[in-house]
């Protein structure tokens, strides 16, 4: 005879619901809000502080003399923030928002709750200025405003007496499209080297921040480099297309989707990006399909509470109209998208409810490093003892294995990835690091591995260039990186630089005498 776990499956096969994936889908939002605001809690004051290195009061005030007040700073860049915006607001918000997330990852979830932690994370990405301009940011807050609709306003058992609205589930479902379908036609666009499908020769060592197993992947052979390229059209082109297709095709996609984000979250460090782009992929499968992945006691559960559902026509009320906001607001997004000017992570509303995405557009074939060095010597020339801040991500010591670091994110590392790539002139808070470095900070300096100069100050701190490549696996000096100088990124200062001071006291980094 079946076993009760058997019949609840073959129940749940019969009838197709989303119980166990509205639980799924809770449970991971949960864990990818708390390692985002762990991130806050753990970097914001450094970052965007009253002593940042970019600090969110003069932007707060840069935002309301372009737009004429605080109110109309509000209305473009809604926030908290501009009601309580110290140190002590950042660190408080960033600590309810993780704890509010951990309540969710356990499993208790309700659309009020998943409404403030919307907004608490909204908060940050408004105002965090370089530190949260990457698309994953507006993508969570994308993801977490759909969240709260699939949820009663109070309820937060794991399975309450409401279904999750399928509206909701075809909206998870058109985020998946959007993002992967977006990511693909930007590759199309964007470089030769994807559209001759060698864009892996060089990706896996020239990505932000490689992985333990980044050197793995990109020694393979080059015929498994191009299959590699082959399998991205497959789940970014072709995919998309099946996830509002009949359940197998729309199980095959959800399937080759999360399969595709497996693999690049294996073979790099792209902070939480890959699991933020599982999540609405999993609204492809239903119940049926988790019942043979889950336990049986949260698979009878499910059962149960199909079985004595009931409606609640203000939820159906609310999923219905959230549907045609999201599709009258989905309309600049698919323009941007099918339009040969396309252009990926971008907002076209003030509260970022329907986004443009996209990713490696184009892939560089050689590593840059900005390395900052320090030395207490009188003179700054080569032959100084100059010693270098270790970054926590990116490489500098030939011979450090690639950590593990995603779905956490080192903000620093990954804006000076970008920065090695332009000049200082694009990035002006690099002076403000090194004025910082200079006074050894303690906020600044713990962005890095550790202080080289945990004593006293260096004398002079500059920035030098560096192009990096993977070492051969197995070199005799167990290298697992090799490097060569290019040039000197930002000249040696001194905390006593007149040019330096004058650059800070301009950007207002620190006050006039």
């Not at 499956?9 to 994936?21: K, Q």
């Not at 970019?54 to 109309?72: C, I």
């Not at 252009?343 to 892939?363: C, K, R």
Request: net charge positive; glycine share 6%.
């Amino acid at each position: 005879m079946a076993s009760e776990s058997q019949r609840a499956t073959r129940a749940l096969d019969s009838s197709p619901s989303y119980w166990l994936t509205r639980f799924v889908i809770l449970r991971l939002l949960g864990v990818i809000y708390a390692v985002a605001f762990l991130v806050a809690i753990n970097q914001i004051v450094p970052l965007i502080g009253s002593n940042g290195l970019l600090p969110m009061e003069s932007y707060l005030k840069q935002v309301s003399d372009v737009l004429g007040s605080d109110r109309a700073g509000f209305m473009r860049l809604p926030s908290l923030f501009w009601l309580w915006h110290s140190d002590t607001a950042l660190i408080t918000v960033a600590w309810i928002g993780f704890l509010l997330s951990c309540v969710v990852a356990a499993g208790f979830a309700n659309a009020l709750m998943l409404a403030v932690l919307w907004f608490l994370y909204l908060s940050f990405t408004h105002l965090g200025q370089d530190w949260y301009s990457y698309g994953w940011e507006i993508q969570l807050t994308e993801t977490g405003f759909l969240a709260i609709f699939l949820c009663p306003l109070l309820d937060l058992r794991p399975f309450p007496r409401y279904a999750p609205p399928m509206p909701i589930l075809v909206l998870f479902r058109w985020l998946a499209f959007r993002v992967m379908l977006g990511a693909g036609l930007i590759k199309v666009r964007g470089d030769e080297i994807w559209r001759n499908s060698t864009a892996l020769y060089y990706h896996f060592e020239t990505q932000p921040i490689p992985g333990p197993l980044s050197r793995w992947f990109h020694f393979l052979p080059r015929t498994a480099l191009r299959v590699g390229v082959w399998f991205n059209w497959l789940a970014e082109i072709v995919a998309p297309f099946f996830v509002f297709g009949p359940r197998l095709a729309r199980h095959i996609a959800g399937a080759v989707i999360v399969l595709f984000q497996i693999n690049i979250i294996l073979s790099g460090n792209l902070s939480f990006l890959n699991w933020l782009t599982i999540l609405p992929a999993l609204a492809c499968f239903d119940d049926g399909f988790w019942a043979r992945l889950l336990p049986g006691w949260l698979v009878r559960k499910a059962q149960a509470a199909a079985e004595r559902t009931e409606v609640s026509k203000s939820m159906r009320a609310t999923a219905w109209a959230i549907t045609v906001l999201i599709a009258a607001l989905s309309i600049r997004p698919v323009l941007n998208m099918v339009s040969p000017g396309q252009i990926m992570n971008t907002s076209f509303d003030p509260l970022d409810l329907v986004n443009t995405y996209g990713a490696f557009g184009t892939v560089g074939q050689q590593r840059l490093n900005v390395v900052f060095e320090g030395t207490l010597d009188k003179t700054p020339n080569d032959s100084a003892h100059w010693q270098p801040y270790l970054y926590k991500g990116l490489p500098v010591l030939l011979d450090q294995r690639p950590p593990q670091i995603a779905p956490y994110q080192l903000r620093l590392d990954w804006q000076m990835w970008f920065a090695a790539m332009a000049s200082p002139a694009e990035y002006p808070w690099t002076l403000n690091l090194v004025w910082k470095l200079l006074h050894n900070e303690p906020g600044v300096v713990g962005l890095f591995t550790h202080n080289p100069f945990p004593n006293r100050p260096p004398r002079y701190v500059r920035a030098v260039l560096y192009r990096y490549w993977f070492a051969q696996p197995g070199n005799a000096q167990g290298l697992w990186w090799q490097r060569e100088r290019v040039s000197i990124w930002l000249p040696p200062m001194s905390a006593d630089d007149p040019q330096l001071i004058g650059v800070l006291r301009s950007a207002g980094w620190i006050p006039l005498k």
